[in-house]
């Protein structure tokens, strides 16, 4: 039975929940599924922004037949070739012939990549460049490109007669949609975990592109944003929009200090709680403590946007770096994450690598100061934490 959302008198939700998905991209955990957000115009003529992921097409379809009430469809708008948007292209097409597929050239390689039948759409694709608009019946529609925030076809679409701006990726989070869809029903300052965690792991590489768009969108009139994951948002965007650009331009979120560690047989994390505590005597508040092992990366990776300090402590393994740890400094040099304050605390029992590996791998980084080490043999001595000690020291008078 088809399960649509009305959200203003020419505009209706389509999409659907996911909620037995337990890792996103096959790679990130989900607590609480994750939501396909489609959209449907009805303005005098009819659109659809995007599809929706495979494990939703059936409900899909049905939320589209409904709405459509045997009409035609004019247009198929593509904002981003991602499967988890786009698997039902093809179905769509073909059960609405008619319909004008709107994209950008960039599209059109992906589109006919993923579906070899596409190459038979040459006269059904209305290619579209950043600034043109389309009118779909009263609705005036403007597409504006948005390379990267998440591929490289993204373009995002913003209703001028009405003030929508759909968003594409960018503005979504993780977690299925449970009957309040807008923002101003639900605790989104509560959930803002997930759109940090969403936003950093998806699309935390592409800041400039992401900070180009929030500026692009910052200078439009906005009444809703409609992303393709997550609450559709009608409020609060002063409060979104800092996120966002804190996120894109890299800028910590919090003063604060995240200690990640690695630990077998509980030195290294010993050392780390020694830190802990001495960052408490020298008044710091907000700390943050993870244990890599137990910690999924993801998390790591959104906790390392969220705050100005990171101490990352890790023994010596088989000449390198215990393995979580060494995929975590990888995980954030592969989202460029910048300024920073850095510190490193190493162990090992015979030929301690860890201290030294660390260095070499935060070494390239872009505006990343390192404020200290720490090396140590085992087990922590009195002189080790008086060195521990001291780098507290060092970390907590950089922090304001
Ligand atoms: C499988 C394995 C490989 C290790 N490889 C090295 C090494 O290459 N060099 C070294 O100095 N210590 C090595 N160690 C020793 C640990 O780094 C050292 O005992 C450290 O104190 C463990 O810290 P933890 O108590 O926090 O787990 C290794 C230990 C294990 C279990
Ligand atoms: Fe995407
Ligand atoms: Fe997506």
């Known amino acids: 039975m088809y399960n649509v959302h009305p959200l203003t008198e020419n505009l209706t939700w389509i999409g659907a929940s996911d909620r037995r998905l337990k890792l996103f991209e096959n790679h990130f955990p989900l607590s609480n599924g994750v939501s396909y957000n489609s959209y449907f115009i009805d303005d005098g003529e009819t659109a659809v922004l995007d599809t929706a992921d495979d494990a939703v097409l059936t409900q899909y379809f049905e939320n589209l037949v409904h709405v459509l009430a045997g009409r035609k469809l004019n247009y198929i708008i593509v904002q981003h070739m991602e499967p988890d948007h786009c698997a039902g292209l093809a179905a769509l097409a073909n059960k609405y012939p008619e319909a004008k597929i709107v994209v950008n050239n960039k599209t059109i390689t992906f589109i006919k990549q993923f579906f070899p039948v596409a190459t038979n759409w040459e006269d059904r694709f209305l290619s579209v460049k950043d600034g043109d608009t389309l009118q779909v019946g009263n609705t005036q529609l403007v597409f504006a490109m948005a390379p990267m925030v998440h591929w490289p076809e993204v373009m995002v679409t913003y209703d001028a007669t009405h003030k929508i701006l759909f968003s594409a990726d960018a503005f979504g989070s993780f977690g299925a949609l449970n009957g309040n869809i807008l923002n101003s029903q639900c605790d989104m300052k509560a959930n803002l975990n997930e759109y940090r965690r969403y ?16 500026k692009k969108a910052s200078q439009l009139e906005i009444k809703m944003i409609c992303p393709l994951h997550g609450l559709i948002l009608v409020e609060d965007f002063p409060f979104i929009i800092d996120k966002y650009t804190k996120w894109a331009t890299y800028v910590p979120e919090e003063e604060g200090v995240l200690i990640a560690y690695a630990s077998m047989y509980h030195h290294t994390e010993n050392a780390a709680d020694i830190l802990a505590t001495a960052l408490d005597t020298h008044g710091v508040k907000n700390i943050a403590m ?9 998390h790591l990776v959104a906790e390392a946007f969220r705050f100005s300090h990171i101490v990352l402590a890790s023994p010596t393994y088989m000449n390198e770096l215990y393995p979580q740890m060494a995929h975590f400094i990888a995980s954030l040099k592969s989202h460029a994450l910048k300024k920073r304050k850095l510190a490193v605390i190493g162990n090992g029992s015979w030929a301690p690598q860890a201290t030294k590996v660390m260095l070499a791998e935060l070494e390239p980084m872009k505006d990343i100061e390192i404020l200290g080490s720490v ?17 507290a020291s060092k970390i907590a008078a950089t922090l304001s």
């Open 375 to 391: 090396e140590f043999l085992s087990a922590i001595n009195e002189e080790k934490k008086a060195e521990l000690e001291e780098l």
């Open 290 to 298: 993870y244990d890599v092992s137990n910690t999924d990366c993801a």
């Open 199 to 214: 936003y950093t792991n998806i699309v935390g590489k592409y800041g400039m592109q992401a900070a180009s768009l929030l």
